[in-house]
């Protein structure tokens, strides 16, 4: 496989599944979110038996749909957790397998965030239906049975990208502590301008153009600010911790390394881990070893990171 002037060398375990990833055309936004909840449902279904599921509406402008998933083990902590799909695609049917493992593996409380989504609703709708469920998440904590200092944010993606824009916006207003950021192959920066971005033109399930078309949705003709890039921030101290996590063959690998560079620079700790052989969100082929040492890290991160 060629991408740019490389060739792609995928984990042998997950080159056989590269077809099953839909070529999605973000130009067409129905479509695109038809094949992913496509995709997502023929996902192996997560055995939740052993957790407490409920849907709940966020009070808001408009309010704000979330599912909380409570592991029955108890927890000492949760995340506000915010699914990737370029600002475009996803909710919280597509993503209940992968809040499920999260909740499973991390023991942690869980709130799945259904944002509102581009291009319908450009920046900053997702943002603020992100920040309203973190608040809210704080104010409910003891409602929720954990600890309100004891709150992380967290997701794949663009969601991972929601989640650090969430964390600056939290620092600048001073409205509450978030103690943790889990940011899974975050998309950040709109520029596109790092090597991965300009080389990976073509590679599995994300490309130059899809990554393109996702900044257009989302921002429409406003130019970026921090808060929608988060790439963009010139000061990133005083944030919290964050694990962050890059696939090899991602367009957006190379700005995370930066951002988890610059956040080492400004004090923060971080812990930055680059996936050999993987390529954005293949984590999902769960028969694959490094599919299932990723999804179990993640969860071992957050455990430890919610338990301190």
Do not use: C
Not at 153 to 174: E, K, P, T
Not at 253 to 266: F, G, N, P, T
């Amino acid at each position: 496989m060629i991408s740019g002037t490389r060739v792609v060398r995928v984990d042998r375990e997950l080159e056989p599944f590269i077809s099953m990833f839909p070529k999605a055309d973000l130009n067409d936004p129905t479509t695109a979110r038809q094949k992913l909840a496509e995709l997502s449902a023929k996902a192996p279904a997560f055995d939740s038996r052993e957790m407490d599921i409920e849907d709940r509406r966020v009070p808001a402008t408009p309010d704000v749909p979330v599912r909380i998933y409570r592991p029955h083990s108890g927890a000492q902590g949760a995340i506000v957790w915010l699914h990737g799909g370029g600002f475009v695609m996803g909710g919280l049917d597509v993503e209940h397998p992968w809040a499920a493992r999260i909740a499973d593996s991390s023991k942690a409380v869980v709130v799945s965030v259904g944002y509102r989504l581009a291009p319908e609703h450009r920046f900053p709708a997702a943002l603020d239906d992100a920040y309203a469920a973190v608040m809210w998440t704080a104010e409910h904590a003891m409602e929720l049975g954990v600890d309100a200092q004891h709150i992380a944010v967290g997701g794949h993606a663009a969601g991972a990208g929601l989640a650090a824009a969430v964390a600056l916006r939290a620092r600048d207003q001073r409205r509450l502590a978030i103690s943790f950021q889990l940011l899974n192959q975050p998309e950040l920066d709109d520029r596109q301008e790092t090597w991965s971005a300009r080389n990976f033109t073509d590679t599995p399930f994300m490309t130059r153009e899809k990554v393109s078309a996702s900044w257009r949705h989302y921002l429409g003709s406003a130019p970026a600010s921090p808060y929608a890039a988060p790439a963009r921030a010139s000061d990133l101290s005083d944030l919290p911790p964050a694990y962050i996590t890059t696939a090899e063959f991602d367009p957006n690998r190379d700005e995370a390394v930066v951002y988890a560079q610059r956040l080492m620079e400004a004090g923060v700790p971080v812990e930055l881990h680059q996936w050999r052989g993987t390529f954005h969100g293949s984590q999902a082929v769960l028969s694959a070893e490094v599919s299932q040492r990723q999804i179990a890290e993640l969860g071992a991160v957050l455990h430890h990171a919610l338990a301190g």
